[in-house]
């Protein structure tokens, strides 16, 4: 059974910094593409950023692209959001996810990724 717990949000002010991190466990990680979405109040779940299974590929919404980093450490089993010059926009709960069967879907998808986490609540105040 596959498990995904996010850590690290929190409340910041705009322009402020979070490292969000997301631990995985019950399956192959090392061979999984990992992703975070985030669902703002009011608004559909939407793709934040992408990272393949190796590190080497990585995939930005455009409204984060330039603040923030997704980044995996495959020994520790986590995925890593590192988001600087946070925006009251940013506000939202970030979901952390992983792939399951549908790697036809391209890894910006929600369709590709079969497992969630319960999320993590960011609140950049204005």
């Known amino acids: 059974q596959v498990q995904l717990v996010e850590s690290g949000g929190g409340l910041v002010q705009a322009g402020g910094s979070l490292r969000l991190s997301c631990a995985a466990s019950?399956?192959?990680?090392?061979?999984?593409?990992m992703a975070w979405f985030r669902q703002g109040p009011g608004k559909e779940r939407e793709f934040v950023a992408a990272?393949?299974?190796?590190?080497?590929?990585?995939y930005y919404t455009d409204s984060v692209k330039g603040r923030a980093t997704i980044s995996r450490d495959n020994a520790k089993n986590t995925v890593y959001l590192q988001m600087n010059s946070l925006k009251p926009e940013d506000t939202a709960v970030y979901y952390c996810?992983?792939?399951?069967?549908?790697?036809?879907?391209?890894?910006?998808?929600?369709?590709?990724?079969?497992?969630w986490g319960q999320g993590t609540q960011v609140t950049v105040s204005s």
């Open positions: 019950g399956r192959t990680f090392r061979r999984s593409a």
């Open positions: 996810a992983t792939e399951g069967s549908n790697t036809n879907y391209n890894m910006m998808s929600r369709r590709r990724y079969d497992y």
């Open positions: 990272i393949n299974w190796s590190g080497g590929n990585t």
